[in-house]
Structures are given as C-alpha cells and as structure tokens.
C-alpha cells in the first residue's frame, strides 16, 4: 500500500531521482572499488526510503538490486552487458512506479523487472530484455532528466532583514571602494616628493603625507571592521532562511519503524522527542540516510523477539527512540532502543574469522577499534541477509555522511542493556570554525569542535605515565603525541630551539582525548570545508580547506586521528619547536574584576600577554609605561569613562597608533557611532560577547 502522504511522495521522488541518476551513471562494465561501494549504498537507501512511502514494488527491486551487487563486490557476479541491461531496466522500472503512484494510479506491477535481477542471480542466465515506458526495448542508458526544484517556505522577517543586512554590505562595500582610490592619490603625493624641492617643503610635505596616512590607515582599519561585522550579520541571516524543523525531513520515519516492526514480527513503540529542533535543512538532508540505517538497525538488530523478550523478563513492547536536540551551535541525534545492545563478542568473532584481528587481546582495550569496525564498508554480523539487514550497509553510511559533515560518531549503552548512537554534526553547513596548524611543512585543519584547547608546555612539564608521555590539561591527564608521527611525516619536523614552548592542540572525541603537538598554531576561522574527492577508506581525511594564497589545508578526521595516535604505542613527542615570536600584549581596560578576569583567561589561553587596568586614569599610566599592542577598553568606568581615554590615545602622538577595542553594554547605534568617530578600531557589544567574536576582533585590529 503506497502512501497517501503527497508531501512525502514528492520527497521520495527527488531523492530517487538523485540515486537513479547516480546509479546509472557509475554502472559500467570493471565497477570496483569506492564506485562500486557508492553504488551498493545508493541502492541500500532506496530500498529504506521506498519502504518509507509505502512502495513495495520499487523496495523489491532495490533489495535485489543488492543482492547483485554484493555478488560483483565478492567477484562471483560478472557485470557484463546482459546485467547492466537489467539493471537499467530495473531502474526504468522504479521511475515508472514512483510517477504512476504521483499521478494517483496504483503501483504498477515490476515481475519482469524484478525477474530479470533473479536470473542474474540464478546464474547468469539469459535475462529478458526489460521494456521502456513505451514498450518498446529499453536503450542500455537514457539522458538523465532534469533536475527538479527544491522550494522552501522563509519567514517574510528573515528576508527583509537579509535584504537590508545586504543593502548596508553593499554601502559598506563602496565607501571600501572609495578608500581605495584615495590610496591611489596618496601614491600620486608620494610620486611628487621625487620632484625638486627645498629641504623645508620636502619635511613639511613628508609631516603631512605621515598624518594623512595615518588617518586614512585608521578609517581603513575601520571600514574593514564594519565590513566584516556586516558580512557575518549577512551569513547570519542567511543561515537563518535554510534553518527548518526536524519533523520536515524526519517525519517520514514514524511509519517507517512501525510497518519495519510488522515485518519483523515485533512489537515496537517508537517515540521522538525534539522534533521541533530548528537545523540547516541540508544538514537533515544529509542525515536523513544515517538516521534511517540507524532506525533499521534498532528494529532489525536491536529489539529482540517477543519470544527473547519474555526470556529476559523485558516488557512485550520494544522502545525505539529519536532524541533530536541543538546545544552550542551543534546538532545531536541519538537513536536509542531497549534491545539487545552491540554484541561486541560477535564482532570480535567475525573479525578474528576475517584475519582483521588476532587472537587473545584485551576486549576492553579493543572495544572502539570495534565500534570503527562496525561502520567499515561490507562488514555484517547478520548470518542471513533480509530486505532489512544483513550486507553491513547500514553503518558505513553512517560513518562517510556524518565525517563529511564534520561531526563524529559515538556508541553508548542504552536502556535495559540496549544501544545508543549519537550522532554530533554543526547545525549548519555553510561555514565551520577550523583551527589551522602547521606539521611537517604543510598547513593543516582540525574541526573546531573537537578542539578542547590550545595550550603552549614547556618541555619540563611534560610527565610520564604507563611509558606514555601526558600533559595536564585542566583535571585530565591527557597523552601526547607529535601529530607528524601520526602521519607518517617525521622526518619533515623542522630543526628548532631546545627547551622552548611546545604547541599543543588538545583533541577531543567522545571521552577520548590526546594532545598533539605541532610545528606552529597558525589560526582560528570560519571556513567553508570541502569534499576532495577521496573514497571512503581515506581514512584520516575528510575534506580540505582553501587557504588565503590558493593553497587546501586538508582537513583531518579527529576520531581516526585519536584512533591511529592509541595504535601507534608509546612514541616520544616532546620535540623542540620553532623559536616564537614575541607574543602579542594586550591592556585590558574594566572596573569590573569579573570581567577583567574573564577576557585575561579567553586571551592568554591563545598566547597572548595580557595587562591589566581599573579605568582610564591608570590605563593611561600603564599605557606609557610599557609597550602595549592593543587595548581592549569598557565605556562606563570611574575617574575616566572608556570615550575619553580613547580621546586621550588618538590625541597622544606615541599613543595615537595603538588599537582600541571598545566593550560595552551600550547597544544604542549613538554610542556607537561616537565611539568610531573618536577613532576606535572595533566596537564590541557585551550582550552579543562570545569568545570568538573577541578573538577574532583582536586578529581583525592587529
């Protein structure tokens, strides 16, 4: 019985026409390797998703499908021209099914279809040839049609905002112009000075050109901060149009586990909890696969028999459970149920029996080289194979969707000795934080929310522990290890000062945390991560990052990374890095105590050497006392509020040169406006303060 849900007939048509297409374009003749794992896993969500809307006949089919297809992968199926055939015409047929049910006719009969993948597997035997729409026979492949339109409904708020965030962008973006051009008349001035001139004009006209330009660098320094305060207020905002509830793309799955159960022959009740969550509608999308084979696996691998039950004195009814929820800019999905939980001594067994482990280790110790094991491509305990388990597609889809996201897998116990999976991916995919390192040479990225801390260890503090070299990173005694060890690049380390800092990035994934030193911490920033192409066994990389000067940081895989650093036993770390430069001293300018402590701790736990003041009168003092690189300063303070000690350093001539961040709790445009008229550099509200928007200001200023 089809479904008679037409918003989700439309969903499930898209997205077959997108796994058709990509079938039909990779089914050739020598189909091996990633193509032919892509190919087994489009396949696979097919089979799930026809199951979804209630089309039987298409589910049929992509179940068989693969079947065939596992039989190439073992090499005991040829995919010669009589087998493409029929798997075009297979795919013909599933095309013809779906448009027939859109149009509100019954599902159309697919034995010849379905008859011709039997015949494969019965032997090769000759297969009919399979029949276009038209009747007539059906060509090996066809132009594949054109792609549909993805529509979503926005809130009539966020496009006006988005519009007049865009128009003020636009005018920020001509006056940037504008200063342009008057740094070509500052080139012109410059050319005339090589004219003839008497020593007193050429002084004067040099007096000037220095104050001009200062002034000019100033109101750059401030357009390019408006600039980039109006740019993030753009992505912003349009992140916001792409946000939509959970329920749109997950929705589906309430029939789908309960008609899963049916077939099963179990009693299941499937509960959801978040499925109001607000998240960037291509990150559902790109879940909605995961998502799906994890609910199979519940039902199919997790809740036991009503017989199994009773034994273990569970109750009848089996729980299967969706928790969606969004903490810190990330969205979790957990699928838990009361059944069975992950038999880890099966899986040992299976990978012992498949030379991938030796005999008598420590299960305890190999329990999340295991988990990795599960989401590997093929690998199954199922003894049997049924149109819901039993070809180890399920969690290798799992694992390739979610690290393309950024986001990381992990297992834990669910209830009454059951599993849970929780899936952690950024809620939006526009744009991710990325902290850029130097190793061995090359420039490399690690997801922002896997990074704990960035710390810098003096050689002596580094302590031994079980032959491990550890450091201390708040109450964890965390291993270390030289992150060009881990990828094979030792010899690249670079020839530097003994005894200096060591740069750490402390990685974290799940409970499990390693520190990894590198030549250099480069940078934190937003960046747009992309796919480079690699299969899914590429093992510590899962995208790149395109750098300022045309060059890609590859991105790398924090679990696998964590991982290879447990299989690499105890390799020394503790190298001697680059000399550093002088760090980078910053006045803190606040009466209150908390918030001086606060900025301090956010500032020196990223290298930068902090100074304190009270209010403007001893920031003043300090000010021409020593050095200082920036000054970060509040408004409301006693003896001299933050404006007129921002006064006092523009009209200061050694002073006037010095950044000035201003942090406050006034939000009316006014006082910002009087503050960049003054001559501040960047204009903080403290309502809207994060910890990045600060550091990434100060980067800004420097």
């Known amino acids: 019985m089809s479904s008679n849900d037409p918003r989700l007939l439309a969903i499930f048509e898209a997205e077959q026409r997108e796994h058709v297409e990509r079938i039909r374009e990779l089914t050739r003749p020598g189909l091996r390797g990633a193509a032919l794992e892509e190919v087994l896993r489009r396949a696979h969500t097919l089979k799930g998703a026809a199951r979804a809307v209630g089309l039987r006949g298409v589910e049929l089919l992509a179940h068989r499908l ?48 379905l008859a011709a993948l039997e015949a494969l597997l019965d032997g090769g035997a000759e297969s009919p040839r399979p029949a276009s729409r038209s009747g007539a026979a059906a060509p090996p492949l066809e132009a594949p049609p054109a792609a549909a339109e993805d529509f979503v409904r926005v809130a009539a708020r966020y496009v006006d905002q988005l519009a007049a965030s865009s128009a003020q962008l636009l005018a920020a973006a001509s006056a940037e112009m504008s200063a342009a051009r008057g740094l070509e008349a500052f080139e012109a001035r410059a050319g005339r000075l090589e004219l003839p001139a008497t020593a007193g004009q050429l002084e004067e006209e040099l007096r000037s050109l220095a104050r001009d330009l200062r002034q000019a660098v100033r109101s750059r320094r401030t357009m390019a901060w408006n600039l980039h305060r109006l740019a993030a207020d753009v992505y912003h905002q349009s992140t916001l149009i792409r946000m ?30 978040g499925m109001d969550v607000q998240a960037d509608r291509l990150v559902l999308q790109a879940l909605k696969d995961p998502v799906m084979h994890l609910l199979r696996n519940a039902v199919s691998h997790g809740i036991e028999s009503p017989g ?81 388990a039993g070809r180890g597609m399920g969690l290798s889809v799992v694992e390739r969707q979610v690290s393309r996201l950024q986001g990381h897998v992990e297992f834990r116990h669910g209830r009454d000795g059951g599993a849970a999976v929780v899936l952690s991916v950024p809620l939006s995919i526009v744009l991710h934080h990325v902290v850029l390192v130097a190793a061995g040479g090359h420039t490399f990225s690690l997801p922002g929310a896997a990074v704990e801390r960035l710390m810098r260890v003096s050689p002596k503090d580094v ?20 992150l060009t060890a881990l990828l094979g690049t030792e010899e690249a380390a670079p020839e530097v000062e003994r005894g200096a800092a060591l740069p750490i990035v402390v990685l974290r994934s799940g409970e499990q945390r390693a520190g990894l030193v590198v030549d250099a911490l480069l940078d934190e920033c937003e960046a747009a991560v992309e796919e480079l ?94 050095p200082v690189d920036v000054v970060i300063a509040d408004v409301a303070m006693p003896r001299m509020d933050g404006f007129e000690l921002l006064e006092r350093i523009r009209k200061d001539r050694q002073l006037s040169e010095i950044p000035v961040i201003i942090v406050t709790s006034h939000e009316e445009r006014e006082d910002q406006e009087r503050g960049l008229a003054l001559g501040a550099d960047a204009y903080i509200v403290k309502r809207k303060f994060s910890q990045r928007e600060l550091l990434d200001t100060v980067r800004q200023v420097l």
């Open 66 to 113: 693969e079947a065939v297809l596992a039989r190439v992968r073992d090499g005991s199926l040829e995919l010669d021209a009589a087998a493409i055939e029929a798997i075009q015409g297979m795919l013909n047929a599933t095309e013809d099914a779906t448009a027939a049910v859109r149009a509100g006719d019954p599902e159309p009969d697919v034995g010849a279809p």
């Open 244 to 273: 939509t509830p959970a329920d749109a793309v997950f929705g589906m799955f309430r029939k789908m586990v309960r008609d899963m159960a049916v077939e099963e022959g179990k009693r299941v009740e499937f509960r959801t909890s």
């Open 308 to 388: 199994e039950r009773a034994a273990a004195a569970k109750p009848e009814i089996g729980s299967v459970e969706l928790l969606i929820e969004a903490r810190g800019g990330r969205l979790f999905i957990t699928v838990e149920d009361d059944g069975r939980g992950i038999d880890f001594a099966r899986v040992r067994e299976v990978a012992v029996n498949r030379g991938l482990l030796t005999p008598g280790g420590d299960p305890r110790r190999e329990t999340e080289w295991l988990e990795r094991l599960l989401m590997s491509p093929g690998f199954s305990t199922s003894t049997g194979v049924s149109s819901l």
């Open 463 to 482: 302590e031994t522990a079980g032959g491990v070299e550890v450091i201390r990173a708040g109450s964890h005694a965390v291993p270390l290890f030289r």
């Open 533 to 626: 192409g690699l299969p899914p066994t590429a093992g510590l990389a899962s995208g790149g990052v395109a750098l300022k000067d045309g060059a890609v940081a590859v991105m790398l895989n924090p679990a696998a990374l964590l991982l290879r650093a447990r299989e690499s036993g105890a390799r020394p770390a503790v190298i001697p890095p680059t000399e550093e430069k002088r760090p980078v001293t910053i006045l803190v300018v606040d009466d209150s105590i908390t918030t001086r402590a606060l900025e301090k701790s956010i500032l020196e736990a990223h290298g930068y050497h902090v100074r304190l003041a009270v209010d403007g009168v001893e920031a003043l003092e300090r000010l021409r006392a020593e």
